[in-house]
C-alpha cells in the first residue's frame, strides 16, 4: 500500500492504492484550512501537518492515528517573549538524527527544535542571533527557513536553505553557523551587488543519504551541486530547458541522482511551451533527460512549488508532484 500526504489550501488529503495505479482518497482532514506541508515520521508512525487558518493562525498538529484522525495540537513553534516576532506559517518539519529529534522550519526566517517527537518546540538561537540577520531579505514567498538536511547519523551537523538568505551550516548542533555561499550568483540582483549579497533566493534543497558531503539545489535561476557539505556550489543546469524552478528532490541510493521540474523564466513561472516534464541526472548534472511519459504535453502551463514535489526511499522508486491548479501526478518507476 502506498500513501500519498497532499497539503491544500482546503486540508490535507491522504491518497492511498498500488503503486504504478489510480490512487483513491482515504482521508480529508483539516476541511476549509491550509495545510502547508505534511509528513509521516518513518520512525514513530506519527504524523505532522502544518496548518494554517484565519482565526486560529499558523499551527503544528500531530496523530498518531493511521487513519488521521484525532488529532493534537504541539506547544509551538512559537517565539519566545523575549522576541518582538511572530510565526507566518510553518514551512517544513524533518525527522532528525536521534531518537525524538524534529526541526521546524518557518517564516521568519527561524529554526525551532523539538526533542519529545514534536509535542513541543523550541527556538534555536543560535541562527536567530546570526549577526547579519538585519541583512536578509524576503523572497516572494516571504523570509522561509524552508529547506532542513540533517547529516545522517550526526546530529551536530545540519545544513538549512532560506529564501532569500542563503545557506547556513552547522556542525555543533546550531551554537553556532556559517555560511555556504560559495559560487552560488545572485543573478536577479545588480551585477555590481552580486559578489556582496546576503540576499541568495534558495529554493530548495536536499542531501544524499548515501554520500552526506554532496547536496543538490533549485536556486532562484539555476540549479547546483556542492560535494563539500555546502560551502562550495557549482551550477549544473546546463542541458535543462530552463535553469529555473521551485522544487529539487533526489534518489537516496543514488548520490548523482536528482530531479527537477523546470518552469519558463523568473517571470512567467509556468512549465515552458504548455509541456510539463520532470528532468532527470544520473550523473551528478552533468546531463539531464526529460522524463514526461503520462504527462500532459499540449496547453498545460502548471506551476509546481517548493515544498510539491515528494519521493519515496523504495526501489523502483516512487515519485508525486502537486501544481498550484489542483492536480497530482504520481510515477511508481523513477519517472520513467
Not at 482546503?10 to 480529508?28: H, I, N, Q, S
Not at 518546540?121 to 547579519?132: D, V
Not at 500532459?296 to 502548471?302: R, S
Request: glycine letters at 14%.
Amino acid at each position: 500500500m502506498t500513501e500519498l500526504l497532499v497539503g491544500t489550501r482546503k486540508g490535507l488529503f491522504a491518497l492511498r492504492g498500488t503503486g504504478g495505479e489510480p490512487m483513491d482518497l482515504a482521508v480529508r482532514a483539516f476541511a476549509g484550512e491550509t495545510v502547508e506541508y505534511a509528513v509521516r515520521d518513518p520512525r514513530t508512525g506519527r504524523t505532522f501537518a502544518s496548518v494554517s487558518n484565519g482565526q486560529f493562525g499558523p499551527r503544528v498538529m500531530f496523530t498518531d492515528d493511521p487513519d488521521l484522525g484525532n488529532w493534537t495540537q504541539a506547544k509551538g513553534p512559537t517565539f519566545p517573549d523575549d522576541i518582538d516576532a511572530s510565526v507566518v506559517r510553518t514551512w517544513v518539519v524533518v525527522p532528525g538524527e536521534t531518537d525524538g529529534l524534529l526541526y521546524a522550519g518557518v517564516d521568519p526566517a527561524a529554526l525551532f527544535v523539538s526533542r519529545d517527537n514534536g509535542e513541543t518546540w523550541e527556538l534555536n538561537r543560535g541562527l536567530w542571533n546570526t549577526p547579519t540577520r538585519p541583512e536578509w531579505e524576503p523572497g516572494l514567498g516571504g523570509l522561509a527557513l524552508h529547506s532542513i538536511c540533517p547529516w545522517p547519523g550526526d546530529p551536530s551537523r545540519l545544513a538549512v536553505g532560506i529564501s532569500a538568505a542563503g545557506v547556513w551550516l552547522t556542525e555543533d548542533g546550531g551554537q553556532t553557523w556559517r555560511t555556504g555561499y560559495a559560487g552560488l550568483v545572485a543573478g536577479y540582483m545588480p551585477e555590481e551587488m552580486r559578489d556582496d549579497t546576503h540576499t541568495l533566493c534558495v529554493h530548495n534543497m536536499r542531501r544524499s543519504p548515501v554520500r552526506p558531503e554532496r547536496l543538490f539545489m533549485q536556486f532562484h535561476g539555476s540549479v547546483y551541486r556542492s560535494d563539500d557539505a555546502g560551502q562550495a556550489w557549482t551550477d549544473i543546469s546546463g542541458g535543462l530547458p530552463d535553469g529555473f524552478g521551485f522544487p529539487i528532490a533526489i534518489d537516496p541510493a543514488d548520490a548523482d541522482a536528482a530531479f527537477v521540474i523546470p518552469l519558463d523564466g523568473m517571470f512567467d513561472r509556468a512549465t515552458p511551451g504548455g509541456k510539463v516534464a520532470v528532468y532527470e541526472t544520473r550523473d551528478a548534472g552533468g546531463s539531464w533527460a526529460p522524463r514526461d511519459q503520462g504527462l500532459p504535453q499540449k496547453n498545460a502551463w502548471l506551476t509546481i512549488l517548493r515544498q510539491a514535489f515528494g519521493t519515496d526511499e523504495q526501489s523502483p522508486q516512487s515519485l508525486a508532484f502537486g501544481s498550484t491548479s489542483g492536480t497530482v501526478f504520481a510515477s511508481a518507476d523513477g519517472g520513467a
